[in-house]
């Protein structure tokens, strides 16, 4: 039963890194869109959504069946909570990639009051955050895990120089005041994901000492 339990376990290994792809897909996507203007490439990240969703839906089922098949305790039972954590978290950053995209579809026919250079800058970095947390989870990585939430400073300090600078724009004419809106919108939802990303972080670090802390705020 062991051997069966362990290769279950490699196959949500496996499952978790096949949505990680999928969602990074959808941040580049999204943002690449944004930065181009391409409508086209908006509304790939649709079908990404759906696919995220169904990966949700079957890494949730084989983390049931091995909860009613195995009966786990102890480290294994904690692999499974965390994995069930995560996925939830993972499925707010694809939800989050499709609002990014929609965004970018309502301003793919205007003229840019900011270049979003700083909004690329920070969707490597979640992007980053993310592929790393599901890595510290696949590997039981506990210094991986940490350096996902040091990274977070960095998405953090991205997200309060786009405010500040669409701030600045709108004092200089309020008629920047529209797109502003939609391009803070559009790096709070980057901030999200990095929060996102976080949460995951401290579900492998709860996995591997048993210990966790308050999931931060991120909706």
Request: proline fraction near 1%; glycine fraction near 2%.
């Given at each position: 039963m062991r051997h069966i339990f362990d290769e279950q376990l490699k196959e949500l290994n496996s499952k978790l890194i096949e949505m990680g792809a999928n969602i990074e897909h959808s941040i580049s996507a999204a943002v690449e869109a944004l930065l181009t203007q391409n409508v086209e490439l908006a509304g790939t990240v649709?079908?990404?959504e759906r696919l995220s969703d169904k990966q949700e839906?079957?890494?949730?089922?084989?983390?049931?069946?091995?909860?009613?098949?195995?009966?786990?305790?102890?480290?294994?039972?904690?692999?499974?909570?965390?994995?069930l954590k995560m996925v939830t978290d993972m499925e707010r950053i694809a939800d989050q990639a499709e609002d990014i995209a929609e965004i970018s579809i309502y301003l793919a026919?205007?003229?840019?009051?900011?270049?979003?250079?700083?909004?690329?800058?920070?969707?490597?970095?979640?992007?980053?955050?993310?592929?790393?947390?599901?890595?510290?989870?696949?590997k039981r990585d506990l210094e991986l895990a940490k350096s996902v939430?040091?990274?977070?400073?960095?998405?953090?300090?991205?997200?309060r120089k786009i405010r500040n600078d669409l701030?600045?724009?709108?004092?200089?004419?309020?008629?920047?005041?529209?797109?502003?809106?939609?391009?803070?919108?559009?790096?709070?939802?980057?901030?999200?994901?990095?929060?996102?990303?976080?949460?995951?972080?401290?579900?492998?670090?709860?996995m591997i000492k048993g210990k966790h802390k308050r999931d931060k705020m991120a909706r």
């Amino acid at each position: 039963m062991r051997h069966i339990f362990d290769e279950q376990l490699k196959e949500l290994n496996s499952k978790l890194i096949e949505m990680g792809a999928n969602i990074e897909h959808s941040i580049s996507a999204a943002v690449e869109a944004l930065l181009t203007q391409n409508v086209e490439l908006a509304g790939t990240v649709k079908a990404d959504e759906r696919l995220s969703d169904k990966q949700e839906k079957q890494i949730e089922q084989l983390c049931f069946e091995l909860l009613l098949r195995h009966q786990p305790v102890a480290g294994d039972l904690r692999i499974i909570s965390a994995a069930l954590k995560m996925v939830t978290d993972m499925e707010r950053i694809a939800d989050q990639a499709e609002d990014i995209a929609e965004i970018s579809i309502y301003l793919a026919d205007k003229s840019y009051i900011k270049q979003p250079e700083d909004i690329a800058k920070m969707a490597i970095a979640t992007k980053k955050m993310l592929k790393e947390s599901i890595e510290s989870f696949v590997k039981r990585d506990l210094e991986l895990a940490k350096s996902v939430l040091e990274h977070d400073d960095v998405v953090d300090d991205l997200f309060r120089k786009i405010r500040n600078d669409l701030t600045e724009l709108i004092h200089k004419n309020p008629d920047n005041g529209e797109q502003a809106l939609d391009l803070l919108m559009v790096s709070k939802y980057l901030e999200r994901i990095g929060d996102h990303a976080s949460n995951i972080a401290e579900w492998v670090i709860f996995m591997i000492k048993g210990k966790h802390k308050r999931d931060k705020m991120a909706r």
